[in-house]
């Protein structure tokens, strides 16, 4: 499947549906057996907020796997740096009008995905802010919503909701820092739910 484009960069879960069209049609004894993860993931939110530094004055909390950003603005980095290439994917929800986003190379020369649900914005969700816009906006307020974030050096990808909505081959050096989460919107509330990175072959 990664070697197939239209399969490549899906997520490896979903539901099973079962079809019936007008016709008498019987299921019986359906098992489902699962494997081990081939894929090594680094989930980011494990150590809860011992795992993160912050700059700004956001009031940082994480519950159940999910950092949750309040009130004013501020980031929260990962004390651990990480090279590309990789892929990160995280789950996001704000708040109406709410304003964040998710930063790789963080501390160096940091890259911001824009998480910002206005359509008519300069940098919409999915954008590489101020680099290059998000083609679409696959994402609403008070919706979750999956971001995707492949990081190849000098070549970005951003997927969302399974869509991609952002690239760029322009990205200078280094290649390497943390990841952060910003709040921005004052008053605001946002929220990042299981984040975890894994290592890709260049």
């Known amino acids: ?7 490549r960069y899906k997520l490896r879960q979903g ?17 489902i057996q699962s494997y081990p993860d081939k894929l090594q ?6 150590a809860g907020l011992d795992g993160l530094d912050s700059e700004g004055v956001t009031d940082w909390d994480i519950q159940h796997d999910t950092l949750t950003g309040k009130n004013k603005n501020g980031f929260a980095f990962t004390k651990q740096t990480f090279k590309a ?10 708040t109406v009008n709410g304003n964040g986003g998710v930063l790789f190379n963080y501390g160096n020369r940091s890259v911001e995905v824009q998480c910002f649900n206005a359509p008519d914005s300069t940098n919409p969700t999915g954008s590489l802010y101020g680099i290059a816009p998000a083609q679409s906006v696959e994402s609403r307020d008070e919706e979750w919503f999956l971001l995707q974030i492949f990081n190849d050096g000098p070549k970005a990808m951003v997927r ?5 909505v952002c690239q760029t081959n322009a990205l200078k050096p280094p290649y390497e820092g943390s990841i952060a989460f910003q709040q921005h919107t ?3 509330i946002i929220h990042y739910c299981g984040a975890r990175i894994r290592s890709v072959a260049p």
């Not at 993931?41 to 494990?46: A, E, N």
């Not at 969302?160 to 991609?164: H, I, L, R, S």
């Open 15 to 31: 539901f099973i549906g079962i079809q019936n069209i007008g016709c008498r049609a019987y299921f019986r004894n359906i098992q």
């Open 186 to 188: 004052p008053g605001g």
């Open 1 to 7: 499947m990664s070697k197939h484009e239209a399969f």
């Open 160 to 164: 969302m909701n399974g869509e991609t």
């Open 41 to 46: 993931w680094t989930p980011l939110f494990d």
């Open 85 to 94: 290439p990789y892929e990160l994917q995280v789950w996001v929800k704000t």
